[in-house]
């Protein structure tokens, strides 16, 4: 069975940072491509931040780029989410997401190409 769990989300004042974690289990975590991605209230889900499985290649959405950073310990089965310099439009619920990538070294950013989904953790930036 897959699980992906995620932990971290917090209340945190704007310029603060938080690291989220997502722990893998169930699938070869080596094999599989990370998504983190983020729902706020009445708004879809959008991409944040992914990496490939080997770790070598990240993409961030742009309004992310320079404060969030995606990495993973594949020894741990575990990608975090490292945020900065939040702001209160970063409040949402977030999400991390694998994907099979046993011949590909790419970075997916839609939600449409991940297979398995955490429950997600909330985070609220207040201003």
């Known amino acids: 069975q897959v699980q992906l769990v995620e932990s971290g989300g917090g209340l945190v004042q704007a310029g603060g940072s938080l690291r989220l974690s997502c722990v893998v289990s169930?699938?070869?975590?080596?094999?599989?491509?990370m998504g983190w991605f983020r729902q706020a209230p009445g708004k879809e889900r959008e991409f944040v931040g992914g990496?490939?499985?080997?770790?070598?290649?990240?993409t961030y959405l742009d309004s992310v780029k320079g404060r969030f950073t995606v990495s993973r310990d594949n020894a741990k089965n575990t990608v975090y989410l490292q945020m900065i310099s939040l702001r209160s439009e970063d409040t949402a619920a977030y999400y991390c997401a694998a994907r099979s990538a046993l011949w590909s070294i790419r970075v997916y950013t839609s939600s449409k190409d991940y297979t398995y989904w955490g429950q997600g953790t909330p985070v609220t930036v207040s201003s």
């Open positions: 990496i490939n499985q080997s770790g070598g290649s990240t």
């Open positions: 169930g699938l070869t975590f080596g094999s599989y491509a």
